[in-house]
């Protein structure tokens, strides 16, 4: 058993605020002390050995880009003004990748089933700790740096394998705080993307694109960092409606460990103790219920993703401790067949389906 993160911005650390992904959690605030980074993005979670201890075995790790905003947003490092500029920021991003995978042994990226196989056998009880490897598969969260649809072959080429065509409203489609549907070149791009089986990300997806990409895209779907609304009442997440036509095309989604997306109204004034794994585990069940089934949730953290410590629920301290969450489940009734598909399997599930075998 082991955990599939389906979202981390890891690339995003990198850029924005120097965090170097091989280096533990703790050291990294550690060297942050009297610096800014905290205020802006939080106490770091995120880090290699802490992850491989909590027996993340594979992280969907993103290409984050942002429109250029007129309030000096942490991610001022991504930001963009134009298309160039978003491929530009977004490539760099790929780099960065590539670095660590042909820097580190523990790193490899995901790009295909054998690369896949690979990792996973890292982790069978024949290897020690020292041994694992943790896999990397690339997901483009904002399609903004696909030049065009068709120029969407040049990123799968370099490696990524699931797209999000949304933050905010894209060229592609309506999004987080814009209503709407996708725009033609959206549909086209979900033509190209079907034709290399990659993996749609509906995560910050208006609702009505939402819906839309659902009814066109023909291969496989997930919602990588969303939670229901009934926890989080906005439309950065999904109505009980969404959730089940998301169920019925086998999609995955996957649980944000985020105070505030876990319950409505949170800030951080309240303080991290507010929340509790348990709050986590209600959001898994209410999944569990509305689908009929364990098949269709699993965990997408977003740890580092502008928050961080200080704003995830109280038994948190590092990305090694959403391991606590197999406890939780089991101790709630959960077989432990249905624990290991939320902890990884599910999201493994669609993974498998995108990519080719070598």
Not at 129 to 157: C, H, S
Not at 321 to 347: F, H, K
């Amino acid at each position: 058993m082991f955990v599939v993160d389906a979202h981390q911005d890891i690339a995003y650390n990198a850029v924005c605020f120097g965090r170097d992904y091989r280096q533990a959690a703790l050291k990294k605030r550690q060297l942050e002390v009297g610096s800014d980074i905290p205020a802006q993005n939080g106490f770091a979670t995120l880090g290699l050995p802490e992850a491989i201890a909590g027996r993340v075995a594979v992280v969907f790790a993103t290409l984050f880009v942002a429109p250029r905003s007129k309030r000096d947003a942490p991610w001022k490092n991504v930001m963009y003004d134009d298309v160039s500029g978003a491929y530009r920021l977004a490539m760099q991003q790929m780099d960065y990748y590539q670095r660590l995978t042909d820097e580190d042994a523990r790193l490899r990226l995901v790009r295909t089933g054998e690369d896949l196989d690979a990792v996973l056998a890292t982790w069978d009880k024949d290897h020690s700790v020292k041994e694992r490897q943790q896999g990397l598969v690339v997901l483009m969260e904002n399609a903004d740096p696909i030049t065009e649809p068709r120029q969407f072959e040049e990123w799968y080429e370099r490696g990524v394998r699931v797209v999000g065509p949304a933050w905010q409203a894209t060229r592609y489609t309506a999004g987080t705080g814009a209503p709407g549907g996708l725009t033609p070149l959206g549909r086209e791009l979900l033509d190209v993307m079907g034709s290399f089986g990659a993996l749609l990300d509906l995560s910050h997806m208006a609702e009505a694109a939402f819906l839309e990409a659902l009814d066109q895209y023909e291969g496989s779907v997930i919602a990588s960092h969303s939670n229901p609304r009934r926890f989080c009442d906005t439309d950065r997440h999904l109505t009980e409606a969404m959730i089940r036509r998301l169920a019925e095309r086998d999609g995955v989604m996957g649980v944000v460990m985020y105070n505030a997306f876990l319950r409505t109204g949170w800030k951080k004034a309240d303080g991290k103790a507010e929340l509790t794994l348990s709050d986590v585990l209600n959001v898994i069940d209410h999944v569990c219920q509305i689908t009929g089934s364990a098949a269709h949730v699993g965990i997408g953290s977003d740890f580092d993703g502008g928050f961080g410590f200080e704003s995830v629920p109280a038994e948190i301290d590092t990305v090694a401790d959403v391991w606590q969450i197999r406890d939780g489940l089991l101790r709630r009734g959960y077989s432990e067949d249905d624990t290991a598909a939320i902890l990884g399997g599910n999201m493994l599930r669609k993974l498998r389906m995108a990519l080719p075998a070598r």
